[in-house]
C-alpha cells in the first residue's frame, strides 16, 4: 500500500525536477543571462523580501532599460525592475565581498523605477553584461576623441 504512493512521490519529484531545470537552461541559454547576486538598504515594492545582505545567486539579463531577475532555484519567478544605473554607479569590489562572484566581483548601483536602489554584483568576465544598455558605464579610461580639422 505504502510503495505505490512513494514510487508516485518520486515519479512527481523527479519530473518536477527536471521541468526546473529545462526552464533555467532556457532562461540562460536563449536569453544570455547572467549570474549575479542583489542587496537593497529599500526594497523595491515589487520585491519587498529583498534585503541588506547579499541574495543566493541569481540569473538576470537587461531588455532595454529593464531588468529581468529569475529568483528561486526550482520553479523561477520573473521580476522586472526597471531600473537605470546611477552616475559613478560601477565599481570594484573588494576580494571575496560578494560571495561566489570571483575574486574581484564588479558591481553596479542602480535606482529602480520607484525609487528604490538596489547593487548588482557579477563576476568580472560578465562586465558587459552587467550593465547592459548603460555600456559607457563600464568602459574606463575612454581616450580623447580627435580633434575635428578645420575646413576650409
Known amino acids: 500500500m505504502l510503495a505505490p504512493l512513494l514510487t508516485i512521490a518520486f515519479l512527481v519529484t523527479v519530473v518536477a525536477g527536471i521541468a526546473a531545470h529545462r526552464s533555467r537552461r532556457h532562461f540562460v541559454r536563449d536569453c544570455?543571462?547572467?549570474r549575479c547576486?542583489?542587496?537593497s538598504e529599500y526594497p523595491p515594492s515589487v520585491w519587498?523580501?529583498?534585503?541588506?545582505?547579499?541574495?543566493r545567486r541569481m540569473w538576470a539579463f537587461w531588455v532595454?532599460?529593464?531588468?529581468?531577475?529569475?529568483r528561486g532555484p526550482g520553479f523561477?519567478?520573473?521580476?522586472?525592475?526597471r531600473a537605470q544605473v546611477i552616475p559613478d554607479g560601477v565599481y570594484t569590489l573588494p576580494p571575496y565581498d560578494a560571495p561566489r562572484c570571483g575574486p574581484h566581483p564588479i558591481a553596479v548601483r542602480l535606482q529602480v523605477w520607484d525609487g528604490s536602489r538596489m547593487e548588482v554584483a557579477a563576476a568580472q568576465d560578465s562586465r558587459l553584461d552587467l550593465v547592459g544598455p548603460y555600456l559607457a558605464a563600464a568602459v574606463n579610461?575612454?581616450?580623447k576623441a580627435p580633434v575635428p580639422r578645420h575646413q576650409k
Request: charged letters at 35%; aromatic letters at 6%.
Open 32 to 34: 544570455g543571462a547572467f
Open 37 to 39: 547576486r542583489i542587496r
Open 48 to 55: 519587498s523580501r529583498l534585503r541588506r545582505r547579499w541574495s
Open 64 to 70: 532595454d532599460d529593464v531588468l529581468i531577475v529569475r
Open 76 to 81: 523561477a519567478r520573473v521580476i522586472p525592475l
Open 141 to 143: 579610461d575612454l581616450p
